[in-house]
Nanobody
């Protein structure tokens, strides 16, 4: 199994920045794609950013230019740098991983407990 633990969430004012971290452990050799999704109360899950084992990245249109996904393979850690935060970014953010080559909402093989991000206006 794969275990994912997120950290780094918090309360920040609009325009501020946060960096989320996701530490992976377990059978991480089975992971090909990793990423982040978020969910606000009453809203659907939204895939925010993904990165493949080869380093290819994807960003939701809503966060392009503001968020950056990266990884430190030596530390088995995934990051999401969030800049220019907006109130609409407020959500629970989840780290996720998949054995597939591309991470999608339809296939989240593993996910963490989430970390809350709240952006005040």
């Amino acid at each position: 199994q794969v275990q994912l633990v997120e950290s780094g969430g918090g309360l920040v004012q609009a325009g501020g920045s946060l960096r989320l971290s996701c530490a992976a452990s377990g059978s991480i050799f089975s992971i090909n794609a990793r990423g982040w999704y978020r969910q606000a109360p009453g809203k659907e899950r939204e895939l925010v950013a993904t990165i493949s084992s080869g380093g290819s990245t994807y960003y939701a249109d809503s966060v392009k230019g503001r968020f950056t996904i990266s990884r430190d393979n030596a530390k088995n850690t995934l990051y999401l740098q969030m800049n220019s935060l907006k109130p609409e970014d407020t959500a629970m953010y989840y780290c996720a991983a998949s054995r597939a080559v591309i991470l999608t909402i339809a296939r989240l093989d593993y996910w963490g407990q989430g970390t809350q991000v709240t952006v005040s206006s």
